[in-house]
């Protein structure tokens, strides 16, 4: 598995995000899964910390629901959030990567409820709203979230550099299917065979301009954490 103090890096991000989310007064409760789609899409790295917390019973249980369940046309991301940095940087085009809702609702939600929620990745836990979805159709996010969610999705993927990222069912049948014990296990051919693209690290940070005061609290508890962030050389 991934080495563990990588593993308690990520739930410590967890937590500097939840009390990012405090001051805001959000609709997210119990049983409001209008958000919770199978286009859902997370590291390896956060991937291994689910299956390496969840009870064998529940492994088998959550894993027989995401092959059963999972829609064929669910997201599968082309570009990672720290190659979409890279290609700003350099000016260069983002190719457009629609993401459809109506392709399914998440393969664990069961009467409205999460059945991993202690575990559910970053890419579930920034999904939050102002308003009920159910409502509008769609979650309603204040814009400094959104820089928010953009800086930690980066700083994830910058801890997990040398593994993968891709749509929550295929990154847990990967690992789960493909037997991987630890993350050298996980080949560049077993990767595309399941749709993963290969994560980088943090090129640029992009926090827009604007925000950068609001987020320097944040940043500077990401950075004690990690003592300190900085990209790889």
């Given at each position: 598995?991934?080495?563990?103090?990588l593993?308690?890096q990520i739930?410590?991000?967890?937590?500097?995000?939840?009390?990012?989310l405090?001051?805001?007064?959000?609709?997210?409760?119990?049983?409001?899964?209008?958000?919770?789609?199978?286009?859902?899409?997370?590291?390896?790295?956060?991937?291994?910390?689910?299956?390496?917390?969840?009870?064998?019973?529940?492994?088998?249980?959550?894993?027989g629901?995401?092959?059963?369940?999972?829609s064929?046309?669910?997201?599968?991301?082309?570009?990672?959030t720290?190659e979409?940095?890279?290609?700003?940087?350099?000016g260069?085009?983002?190719?457009?990567?629609?993401?459809?809702?109506?392709?399914?609702?998440?393969?664990?939600?069961?009467?409205?409820?999460?059945q991993?929620?202690?575990?559910?990745p970053?890419?579930?836990?920034?999904?939050?709203?102002?308003?009920?979805?159910?409502?509008?159709?769609?979650?309603e996010?204040n814009?400094?979230?959104?820089?928010?969610?953009t800086?930690?999705?980066?700083?994830?993927?910058?801890?997990?550099?040398?593994?993968?990222?891709?749509?929550?069912?295929?990154?847990?049948?990967?690992?789960?299917?493909?037997?991987?014990?630890?993350?050298?296990?996980?080949?560049?051919?077993?990767?595309?065979?399941?749709?993963?693209?290969?994560?980088?690290?943090?090129?640029?940070?992009?926090?827009?301009?604007?925000h950068?005061?609001?987020?320097?609290?944040?940043?500077?508890?990401?950075?004690?954490?990690?003592?300190?962030?900085?990209?790889?050389?």
């Open positions: 598995m991934y080495p563990k103090n593993m308690a739930e410590g991000l967890y937590g500097v995000y939840e009390g990012f405090k001051p805001f007064q959000l609709a997210c409760k119990p049983k409001c899964a209008g958000c919770c789609t199978c286009n859902v899409s997370l590291t390896t790295l956060e991937g291994f910390l689910i299956l390496e917390n969840l009870a064998p019973e529940d492994e088998q249980r959550a894993l629901q995401i092959q059963d369940r999972s064929r046309g669910r997201y599968r991301p082309q570009l990672t720290n979409i940095a890279a290609r700003c940087a350099r260069q085009d983002i190719p457009d990567e629609p993401i459809d809702s109506a392709r399914g609702t998440c393969p664990l939600i069961c009467d409205g409820l999460c991993i929620y202690s575990l559910r970053f890419g579930c836990r920034c999904m939050v709203s102002h308003s009920r979805c159910s409502a509008g159709g769609q979650a996010m814009a400094v979230i959104l820089s928010a969610n800086l930690m999705l980066q700083i994830i993927e910058h801890i997990d550099a040398g593994g993968y990222s891709g749509n929550f069912a295929d990154v847990l049948l990967c690992i789960y299917n493909g037997n991987i014990r630890q993350a050298s296990d996980l080949t560049p051919a077993i990767a595309s065979a399941y749709h993963l693209v290969a994560n980088r690290p943090i090129p640029v940070l992009m926090i827009p301009p604007e950068r005061t609001r987020l320097q609290p944040l940043l500077q508890q990401v950075q004690k954490l990690l003592h300190p962030l900085a990209p790889h050389k």
